[in-house]
């Protein structure tokens, strides 16, 4: 796991959520407590986040969103594209970098290694050095609760930035819905 950020999704139900903590990280400095990490791609119908360095994100994001516009926003098609594109260039596939991304449908974690790869449960991913600590935030307030998506995604980010040391509360949400 690499020292980057927090990103967490959530699918229920046809509904759904991405967050993100803004905090940005030099070594053992912070550099910023605002960033956001995530976005809203083709036309505000696919949600996406990212965990690793900004220049790669903005390089990444943007060439997720051609792809997208490419495939007219089929979420499938474009992340298997998308990560073979990422894989095949040399300097991009050596980030430490992640991205999730997500529609009402599906969801995936992508990698510059190639792997696109759909959670076992289909409605619960996380990435970043605080990745763990809000899948299993995440995991139990699912279990437990009744809580909107939105909310426990809200949640289980505020439990992950008292925990890791490269998180922070300062959280970013977007929201889906069929």
Known sequence: MFEATTILAYLKE???VIGGDGQVTFGNS???SNAVK???LYEGKILAGFAGSTADAFT???MFENI???KKGDLLKSVVDFSKEWRKDKALRRLEAMMIALDTKKLFILTG???VVEPEDGMLAAIGSGGNFAISAARALARHTKM???KLVEESL???GELCIYTNQNISILTLEQ
């Open 14 to 16: 046809g509904k759904a």
């Open 148 to 150: 909107e998506p939105r």
């Open 30 to 32: 912070i550099l910023k």
């Open 158 to 160: 505020k439990i992950a």
């Open 113 to 115: 290694s190639g792997d």
């Open 38 to 40: 995530i976005r809203k």
């Open 60 to 62: 990444l994001f943007d």
């Open 68 to 70: 997208l516009a490419n």
